[in-house]
């Protein structure tokens, strides 16, 4: 198995993840806080997916799949396009609601559509070029993606565990 592969199948669990945890979830239940401050389910797969998306994009040197394909305006949430959920307070974290899961599915689907394109060509030599500068050591393509899966698969999992207690 390649590194490319082997990147793939990991995004391609994630998308179960996600898929499992917001599958027939009203509104509501997406906006569910367990204690009523921590991060709902909803907050938590956006999140996750807005990371992905502006990691991935950064490395890649493509567009943001939230901005270039319209999910900021489909959203409309109160928040700057920019914005990845990184640091949120609660009032931030209540702002972030959608109106269906399909909307939460649809968005992480464009995503890893376009985080399995630009994976699933990278080669062993692609891995050790450094991405962020801004970091000591500086951080690798390597060490990108696997911060973005260890990331995306707690999220996923914590999006899981709400939905259990839904």
Do not use: C
Request: no cysteine; charged share 25%.
């Amino acid at each position: 198995m390649t590194s490319a592969q082997l990147l793939t199948d990991a995004f391609e669990r994630i998308r179960g993840v996600v898929h499992g945890a917001v599958k027939g979830l009203s509104a509501e239940d997406l906006a569910y806080r367990v204690d009523g401050t921590s991060n709902s389910i909803a907050w938590l797969v956006w999140h996750l997916t807005r990371i992905q998306d502006d990691h991935i994009a950064d490395a890649a040197g493509l567009d943001q799949v939230w901005i270039a394909g319209g999910w900021a305006e489909r959203f409309a949430l109160p928040l700057d396009p920019h914005d990845t959920g990184y640091g949120h307070d609660d009032e931030q974290v209540a702002s972030v609601r959608v109106e269906s899961a399909d909307l939460l599915t649809g968005y992480h689907d464009a995503v890893f559509e376009q985080t399995v394109r630009y994976v699933g060509g990278l080669t062993e030599e692609d891995l050790p070029r450094v991405v962020d500068r801004r970091w000591d050591p500086p951080v690798t393509l390597a060490v990108r993606l696997v911060s973005v899966v260890s990331d995306d698969l707690q999220h996923a999992g914590q999006a899981s565990f709400v939905r259990g207690l839904l």
